[in-house]
Structures are given as C-alpha cells and as structure tokens.
C-alpha cells in the first residue's frame, strides 16, 4: 500500500544510495511523447537535503529531459527508486527540475557530490521534491546486479571536441517532439573541470 513521506531522512537516504540505478520521467506540457531514462552509475546521484536531490546528467542518445524542463511553465519531473532485493520497495521523487549548465558557479558549488571523473558530462539537474510516495513493489522481480556497466562511459571517451559539438548543436539541439535542447555554447565535455 503506498503512503506517504515528509522527507528524505536517513533512512531513504541510505535505501537511495543503495539503489543502483534510478528511473527519471517527464513529459512535454501539452501532448507529445513522455519520456522515461534509466540512470545508471551509483555516484551519479545525490540527495542534497530533505527536499532536493540532484543528479549527474550524462551525455546519452537524447536530451528529452533536459528539453522538458527547460520549457516555459513545465519543469516536472518524476525519479524513481524500485529495489530488486528481498526487500522490496518503490520510491518516487515528484517535483520540478531545472538543468544547471557546467560554465556556471552553481555547478561548482554542486559538483563535489558527485564523481566527475565520468567523461560524458553534459550539466547537473537539480530537482525540488515536492511529494515523496512508497510503494510495495510486490511485482517487481528479484534480480542480482553483476556489475556497473562501463560502456558510455568508453564511449564518451572515444569522442573528440568536434564530435561533441556537433552532438551538441544536433542530436541534442531538440527533443523528438521539436522543444529547443542544449544552446550551441554549451560547453564541452572536456571544458568540465574534472
């Protein structure tokens, strides 16, 4: 049965961390096509306090949730936590987003929560979580992790400057239902201070 929850305190906080991937939804204001991204990499997540939350956004095939919370007036979000042990249990994180871009103070005030040592960084999404509900997960599979896959990460390091910028002034200008995506300076991946 699912209930509700005032705040991440320690023990969320310790059941988040021990997650290994996280889901992120959202979704255009008005029609198109809503969106949901599987995250991986346990260091790419961070509770910052009781109401917000951030995440380390990474270079991926698509740039829907970044498209969707820059639209005017839209900025919901959705992250959920789903356990595949014993335990079984469902967390979801429902708020408003906001992308904070790499050439900004406030990513550096933020960065040191993260592992930047990841070559594909593309900004960090900082999330207001306004209502926080648990579920059962009864459904949910039991499944055994094996290991974090490392293949974006290789991947994004085989790209040189000028394949990211075309990565960011194509594949991530706009999302599949045409909203504007990354601006053409953005900086590139290797612009990040590490």
């Not at 900082?126 to 949910?140: H, P, T, Y």
Request: aromatic share 8%; proline share 5%.
């Amino acid at each position: 049965m699912a209930s509700e929850i005032d705040g991440i305190d320690d023990r969320l906080r310790a059941f988040i961390a021990a997650q290994p991937m996280y889901f992120v939804a959202s979704a255009p204001l008005d029609g198109g096509h809503v969106n949901v991204s599987p995250k991986g990499y346990a260091d790419t997540f961070a509770v910052l306090d009781e109401h917000t939350v951030a995440y380390l956004d990474l270079f991926g095939s698509g740039i829907e949730t970044v498209a969707h919370l820059r639209q005017e007036g839209n900025r919901r979000i959705t992250v959920m936590f789903c356990s595949f042990t014993r335990n079984s249990k469902i967390v979801r994180l429902f708020g408003t987003g906001r992308m904070v871009r790499p050439d900004t103070p406030e990513f550096e005030t933020l960065k040191g929560h993260f592992n930047t040592a990841h070559i594909g960084i593309r900004a960090i999404i900082v999330i207001d979580v306004e209502r926080i509900r648990d579920s059962c997960g009864f459904a949910v599979p039991y499944m055994t992790l094996v290991d974090e896959r490392p293949v974006l990460d290789k991947r994004a390091a085989r790209r040189d400057d000028e394949q990211w910028a075309d990565r960011i002034t194509h594949d991530n200008a706009a999302s599949i239902d045409g909203l504007p995506g990354l601006d053409a300076d953005h900086p590139l991946p290797s612009a990040v201070t590490r």
